[in-house]
């Protein structure tokens, strides 16, 4: 029977990781998980791949953007290019849910885990590089603005040691390697697919019990790219990756073939399209070329999807202003019998090597003085996802490039001024005694 007060959550601050999502999300309705499926994004997610979030997702939810990238704001973080995954604690404030189980976006969901919600706050399973600390990728948790402000002030008080969301929950949450054994989940339920930590004994004796895999690292699935004709990834030096990470690999492109990339086909063309008003997004799909090369700027002659220009979500908010209003896009979810039959049953064989009850909550608090409010830090570029398919190779890749000047004025007129960069006052009042001068 579904629960509709309990969720499986997972975050997607850039199209690139809402390809991530979108494979997770599938992945958990061709397991029948029961519970609500959300996805938090920030306004960077552009309007074609919130659409097409919401076919997966019960509910698509926006929240700010936390980013450490922000120096100014985020003195005490030290690794800028994870410092977004801080937006994850925002995952607390889904209070409609009493518990929610977290999952990265760069998870895998191989059977049915619905058991997880038999377990309570704050439960996760060790980390592969330190087992005394828990990896963030999959947890348990109860929503509660209460410890969402706590966790938000936590961050202002003491940072966090790895510059991210893992080393703050860890010392928020500093308890967990000694209290209560029942917090530990079993590593099956986070397994990390980096050959760089296995255990390769322990894979081959307990690997087919996986039931979540976690990409975890810098290399993605994504990253790959994947030949649909023989269902595998290229392999940069054939015959270097371990079997088992090809085969979670494989699972993960097999999945975005067959039930992510249709739903480009069925979004209809409104959210595609520059919408008058909602002219304020960073991010943008590129389209899909049927030919073999990845698509450049500008439109490709085939039906795949497209969204051109800039795409539409809520405006940003301002620093200063009040952080906690979640927009909820919500479509009707495509139902796990839409998928096809190939992933929709039990735990996959996996190759082994060897053969192969919410609280009252109080209101929220003003946001913290370190946390950065979205995008100001990123309104001198646009991040792009190019989907590029031919007969024989899939590939996703991400583009930056720079807003032209016709784009930064338009964006200073609609109010999004570069505070910290292009506009600030210095930068402003140097122009001013150039052209007094
Ligand atoms: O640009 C980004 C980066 C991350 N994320 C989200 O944040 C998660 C964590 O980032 P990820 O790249 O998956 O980090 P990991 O390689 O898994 O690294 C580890 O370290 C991170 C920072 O502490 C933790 O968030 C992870 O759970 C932990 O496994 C992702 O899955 C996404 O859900 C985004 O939406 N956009
Ligand atoms: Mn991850």
Redesign the pocket.
């Known amino acids: 029977m579904p629960v509709s007060d309990q969720a499986f959550v997972?975050?997607?601050?850039?199209d690139?990781?809402c390809q991530?999502?979108l494979v997770l999300g599938q992945s958990l309705r061709n397991q029948r998980a029961t519970r609500q499926l959300v996805v938090l994004i920030t306004p960077q997610v552009s309007r074609l791949l919130r659409a097409i979030l919401s076919r997966v997702f019960d509910e698509v939810v926006e929240v700010n953007l936390m980013d450490s990238a922000d120096h100014v704001h985020l003195a005490f973080l030290k690794?800028p290019?994870?410092g977004?995954?801080l937006?994850?604690l925002h995952c607390w404030t889904l209070t409609r849910y009493s518990k929610c189980v977290f999952l990265?976006?760069?998870?895998l969901v191989l059977c049915n885990i619905d058991e997880l919600f038999d377990r309570s706050e704050f439960s996760a399973a060790p980390?592969p590089g330190w087992p005394d600390c828990f990896?963030?990728?999959v947890f348990v948790f109860r929503p509660s603005l209460r410890t969402h402000r706590l966790l938000l002030q936590h961050a202002a008080d003491h940072g966090s040691y790895?510059?991210?969301?893992?080393?703050l929950l860890n010392s928020f949450f500093s308890s967990w390697p000694t209290a209560d054994i029942q917090k530990h989940l079993p590593f099956v339920y986070n397994l990390s697919s980096s050959p760089a930590y296995t255990y390769s004994p322990a894979f081959r004796q307990f690997g087919s019990r996986a039931k979540v895999v976690?990409?975890?690292?810098?290399q993605?699935p994504w990253s790959y790219k994947y030949n649909p004709q023989t269902g595998s990834v290229w392999e940069e030096d054939p015959g270097t990756a371990p079997q088992h990470q090809l085969s979670f690999l494989n699972l993960w492109w097999n999945i975005y073939h067959h039930s992510v990339l249709p739903l480009y086909e069925r979004i209809p063309d409104e959210p595609r399209q520059a919408s008058p008003g909602h002219t304020n997004s960073l991010s943008r799909v590129e389209v899909p070329c049927a030919n073999s090369a990845p698509c450049a700027e500008g439109p490709c002659a085939n039906s795949a999807p497209c969204s051109e220009g800039p795409c539409a979500n809520s405006a940003a908010t301002a620093p200063g202003e009040p952080s906690e209003t979640p927009t909820v896009v919500n479509e009707t979810p495509l139902s796990s019998e839409a998928a096809p039959s190939g992933d929709t049953t039990g735990c996959p064989e996996i190759e082994t090597p060897a053969g192969l009850t919410p609280e009252p909550n109080p209101p929220p608090l003003p946001p913290l003085a370190g946390v950065a409010e979205p995008g100001i830090a990123s309104l001198q570029i646009i991040e792009t996802v190019d989907l590029a398919m031919s007969v024989s190779e899939i590939s996703i890749s991400e583009k930056v490039r720079a807003l032209s000047p016709e784009e930064q004025r338009r964006k200073w007129e609609e109010g999004h001024i570069d505070y910290m960069g292009k506009d600030a006052f210095a930068r402003i009042q140097e122009k001013l005694d150039r052209f007094l001068q």
């Not at 990265?104 to 998870?107: E, G, I, L, P, R």
């Open positions: 997972t975050l997607a601050t850039n690139t990781y991530g999502a690794r290019e994870l977004v995954t937006t994850k990265d976006a760069d998870t980390d990896n963030s990728g790895d510059g991210a969301d893992q080393g976690h990409f975890l690292g810098p993605k």
